[in-house]
């Protein structure tokens, strides 16, 4: 009998069976991707079709479109340049296929045993496993759930040949020459980038009227600005009404302010969310709770409605993240192995790793002023920046919000350079309850983009160096 069973390699499952066997848990991982050769897939769909292969080609694309646009400034003339998709095609595999096999690696190194094969929960104590037509069955003690999700398909915009989801969207052989995308959302706008970047004519239909709205207002209004400018042409408020591949390219009908509009596109990616994989999860005779989303219901700390068996990831409420399933997996794991583990959900960061980059952490000011909550705000442009200027990276900035009261930092939000990792800084002070003071207070390397942040965080007490402060 096995102390732990993990349903699924991806992120949050592989993650939850090495920590469980570093723990001393006799730890199995049931994974059903291979590849063509029939070798497991390990990595879920964050390594295999999904971030990893994404940022292979936006860091690619980046580099073409800088070479392109940006060298000749830095005085670096370069003659007759091209972009090799199929090169840039294999670059990516060949990333994503480093670290797929690292996961075998590391299971081997760990101790977890890696199982072949699609796993179902038959009850408290007993996986099912089906490979092929045979199907065996596992005892444990404890199951953990980490199926995924999947791309989300509108009945309107089936695949075809021509309308992809985002998998389809990394496979492209050549630059479309005109490019339409169903939603401008984090997925959406990256692969606009990508494509973009490229060559390519990029259209954008988005049904809501607001630009990303999970966004800081202010903030979005600067990426919208910034991406319209390079070249995405974005159409919000408009709701595709239908979509007809012919063969040679994609035919649609969208309806804006009342309008009906068309429009035709080589490709046509389809990027209007993920569903999470519960479907056949466990077995009719013991029924594991799902929300109205088709998510597994869990308690705060991935419990679900049966006490062994406890669910992570995609599959459970909060934002589909890699980090956030990944942390859950670690959380559950030590808290089998009797620990008191537990994960703050208010300060996991999200990313968009477009360039510039938009990354934030805790409340927007949105939600502050929703909820009645008396703050502050400090600022700063990367454009009085010396190491943005310096290196031609000077759009966006950095904003801090903290509490009125007691200064205590409730949220962070970048769009520019190194986004990413300024907000990850800002999440380690936020975790020990940093205030805008303490950051204030702090020495930061010069030149660099974290500047910003040091520079944002006095600007909330009106003590930036660098730029004038407002004074009552």
């Not at 075998?104 to 929960?121: D, H, M, P, Y």
């Not at 990792?421 to 030149?447: C, K, N, R, Y």
Request: hydrophobic share 40%.
């Amino acid at each position: 009998m096995y102390d732990v069973v993990v349903i699924g390699g991806g992120p949050a499952g592989y993650v939850a069976a090495i920590k469980a066997s570093q723990l001393g848990l006799n730890t199995a991982c049931v994974e059903f991707a291979s590849d063509e050769k029939g070798n497991q897939k390990y990595g879920g769909t964050c390594l295999n079709v999904g971030c990893i292969p994404s940022k292979s080609l936006l860091d690619s694309s980046h580099k073409y479109y800088e070479a392109q646009k940006d060298f000749a400034s830095h005085g670096i003339d370069l003659k007759d340049l091209s972009v090799n998709i199929p090169s840039m095609m294999k670059r990516k595999d060949d990333v994503v296929n480093k670290l797929t096999t690292g996961i075998t690696g590391l299971f081997k190194a760990n101790g977890v045993e890696a199982i072949s094969g699609r796993g179902r929960v038959i009850n408290e104590n007993l996986v099912e496993v089906s490979n092929n037509g045979d199907k065996t069955s596992l005892e444990t003690k404890f199951i953990i759930l980490a199926t995924g999700s999947n791309p989300i398909e509108i009945p309107i915009a089936k695949w075809s040949e021509n309308i992809v989801d985002s998998t389809g969207a990394l496979n492209f052989e050549s630059v479309p020459e005109r490019l339409g995308i169903i939603g401008a959302g984090v997925i959406g706008l990256e692969l606009g980038s990508v494509w973009s970047r490229l060559g390519a004519e990029v259209t954008v239909i988005e049904a809501m009227d607001d630009f990303l709205p999970i966004v800081d207002k202010q903030i979005s209004k600067e990426c919208h600005r910034e991406f319209k400018k390079q070249g995405l042409d974005i159409h919000l408020g408009s709701k595709l009404t239908s979509a007809k591949d012919n063969g040679k390219d994609v035919e649609i009908s969208y309806e804006s302010k009342g309008e009906e509009h068309k429009a035709s596109f080589d490709k046509l990616i389809v990027a209007v969310g993920r569903k999470p994989n519960t479907a056949d999860i466990s077995d009719e005779s013991f029924p594991i709770e799902l929300d109205e989303l088709g998510r597994v219901q869990v308690d705060d700390f991935c419990k679900t409605n049966y006490e062994n068996i406890y669910a992570v990831g995609d599959i459970v409420r909060g934002p589909m993240l890699a980090h956030k399933g990944s942390e859950e997996g670690v959380m559950v794991a030590e808290r089998i192995a009797g620990k008191k583990a537990r994960m703050n959900y208010e300060l996991v960061p999200n990313v968009i790793y477009t360039h510039p980059e938009v990354a934030w952490v805790g409340k927007t000011q949105q939600e502050l002023e929703d909820h009645g909550v008396e703050f502050k705000i400090g600022s700063f442009p990367f454009a009085a920046s010396g190491r943005a200027l310096a290196a031609a990276d000077s759009v966006g900035s950095v904003k801090v919000l903290a509490d009125k009261k007691d200064d205590t930092i409730l949220g962070v939000h970048v769009f520019g350079p190194s986004a990413a990792d300024i907000v990850q800084q800002a999440v380690i002070a936020m975790e020990f309850g940093s205030s805008a003071e303490d950051i204030g207070l702090t020495v930061f390397s010069h030149p660099t983009v974290s500047e910003a942040f040091h520079e944002a965080a006095l600007a909330a007490n009106n003590s930036a160096i660098h730029i004038g402060n407002k004074r009552k």
